[in-house]
């Protein structure tokens, strides 16, 4: 893997990821942008004890573009986008439109490819690995920085989850706190760790999964299953076998595994609906929307956890849909954004067997 910096035309950040050590990148940003200007603020909840970013600049954000004025693309000609150059692996630059910046953290959006009409799915595994390489060197990176905490790498996919632009891409958070999804799961693993004298609720799980009747599918580093308690109708957690804390602490072993597993994984996601799931055929439809979520160990400190340590933490990635059958969305309604009470019309059992029917021959 090459990396390469560089600085677009109003002083954001931006990173060429190579996968051959002889590319030069030397384009420059034509395009004659100010410098951007944030108003992100972080807003605490006395009530509920969680953050809330207000960022009112997103409002004016991209919404939606023709493909030929995806600002994703790389520059062509006259046709000025983020991408200075003219092609390009993976590229990794810092959000116009962040909901994280300064003392607030920092946004940044991830291009997988510069393919405007492939996905996620669609990659080689070499060019999977040096998304994760991006992935891996962007943690480490941001971790330095004094404001940061936290460190989320992840995807959305499909209108229906909301994205407003069609190029394959991800986003990088780096929050200046630790989330509340992971506070929940680091008190868990606490309660966990002091009631059964110090057993690992992480490894537990996965040792429960591994012995039943949800896993999708298993490698010598890699297991993903559907979990017991499911909160979206088809729902894959992935871990490595051998547990670490982030993306940093990956061995060798599980990298170089990772693609073939997860862009198999992605595969089946695709193949879910095709009208044997209960509800109408599928062709025409759409590619599964999806959101992908990195879980890493925080990087700040864990004190209010009482005797759990970064190296409990198991990292593991998260995939889910918010589809629930052919032509039909699981809309979180009363009960799931009123009460945070999630309501699973699709058994994960169910749902495990299903993933696992949809395997490539």
């Not at 420059?28 to 200007?37: A, F, S």
């Not at 810092?94 to 799915?121: I, K, M, Q, Y």
């Not at 997860?262 to 509800?279: N, P, Q």
Request: proline share 6%.
């Amino acid at each position: 893997m090459k990396k390469t910096s560089t600085r677009l035309a109003d002083g954001r950040e931006l990173i060429y990821y190579d996968l051959r050590d002889d590319t030069v990148r030397d384009a420059v940003d034509r395009r004659p942008l100010d410098r951007t200007v944030t108003t992100s603020e972080i807003r605490r909840d006395a009530l509920l004890g969680d953050a809330v970013a207000v960022a009112s600049h997103r409002q004016g954000r991209t919404y939606h573009p023709p493909a030929d004025e995806c600002p994703l693309c790389p520059t062509r000609g006259e046709r000025l986008s983020e991408i200075p150059d003219a092609s390009y692996d993976v590229v990794v630059f810092e959000n116009r439109f962040p909901s994280l910046a300064g003392d607030s953290g920092r946004c940044e959006v991830v291009c997988f490819t510069s393919d405007h009409d492939a996905s996620f799915a669609d990659l080689t595994e070499e060019h999977a690995r040096l998304v994760l390489d991006a992935w891996t060197d962007r943690t480490s990176e941001l971790s330095h920085l004094p404001a940061v905490e936290q460190v989320f790498c992840f995807e959305n996919r499909g209108e229906e989850i909301g994205v407003t632009l069609g190029h394959p891409h991800g986003q990088i958070y780096a929050y200046p706190f630790t989330t509340p999804r992971t506070a929940l799961m680091l008190r868990s693993l606490a309660a966990h760790k002091e009631a059964t004298g110090g057993e690992n609720l992480f490894d537990a799980v996965v040792g429960r999964e591994l012995a039943g009747e949800r896993v999708v599918l298993e490698s010598e580093h890699w297991v993903a299953f559907v979990p017991y308690a499911a909160h979206w109708p088809y729902e894959v957690h992935l871990y490595p076998k051998r547990r670490v804390p982030d993306l940093l602490a990956l061995d060798e072993a599980a990298r170089t595994e990772f693609p073939q597993v997860y862009l198999e994984l992605l595969r089946r996601f695709d193949r879910i609906f095709d009208g044997r799931d209960g509800g109408e055929s599928s062709a025409g439809e759409p590619r599964t929307p999806y959101i992908m979520a990195w879980h890493q160990a925080p990087f700040g400190a864990l004190e209010e956890f009482d005797s759990v340590t970064r190296d409990d933490f198991a990292l593991h990635l998260e995939l889910f849909t918010v589809r629930r059958t052919s032509g039909k969305l699981k809309f979180l309604a009363g009960s799931e954004s009123g009460m945070s009470v999630f309501i699973n019309d699709v058994p994960p059992e169910r749902a495990a067997e299903r993933l696992r029917e949809v395997a490539s021959s």
